[in-house]
């Protein structure tokens, strides 16, 4: 079975920066699509970005769009979030998901009921 374990969350400042990893393993993520979510305190699940199997595709939440990038790397196992000009508003537990032969267009996949596999996630918070 597909294990997903995030890292890379910590305490940064409001502008900082921070890059998030999902590793895999059990199974090569060649074959996934993957997600990024996160869900702060007393709100729902929400979907920051999505990347397609190929990576030929991928999709941002508005609220992140130009400060984030997601991108995979299947020879590692490992998809990754890079974070740029961290807002407080950013403050969440990040969640790495992945689905099997997923082959819907990266917006269209990007909400959390469509992901099977799901990561323990990572803390980050943005603070001064």
């Known amino acids: 079975q597909l294990q997903l374990v995030e890292s890379g969350g910590g305490l940064v400042q409001p502008g900082g920066s921070l890059r998030l990893s999902c590793a895999a393993s059990?199974?090569?993520?060649?074959?996934?699509?993957v997600g990024w979510f996160r869900q702060a305190p007393g709100k729902e699940r929400e979907g920051v970005s999505c990347?397609?199997?190929?990576?030929?595709?991928?999709h941002y939440a508005d609220s992140v769009k130009g400060r984030f990038t997601i991108s995979r790397d299947n020879s590692k196992y490992t998809v990754y979030l890079q974070m740029n000009s961290l807002e407080p508003e950013d403050t969440a537990v990040y969640y790495c998901?992945?689905?099997?032969?997923?082959?819907?267009?990266?917006?269209?996949?990007?909400?959390?009921?469509?992901?099977?596999?799901w990561g323990q996630g990572t803390q980050v918070t943005v603070s001064s």
């Open positions: 998901a992945a689905k099997l032969k997923f082959r819907a267009t990266a917006q269209d996949m990007c909400a959390p009921h469509y992901f099977n596999s």
């Open positions: 059990g199974f090569a993520l060649d074959y996934y699509a």
């Open positions: 990347i397609s199997i190929s990576a030929g595709d991928t």
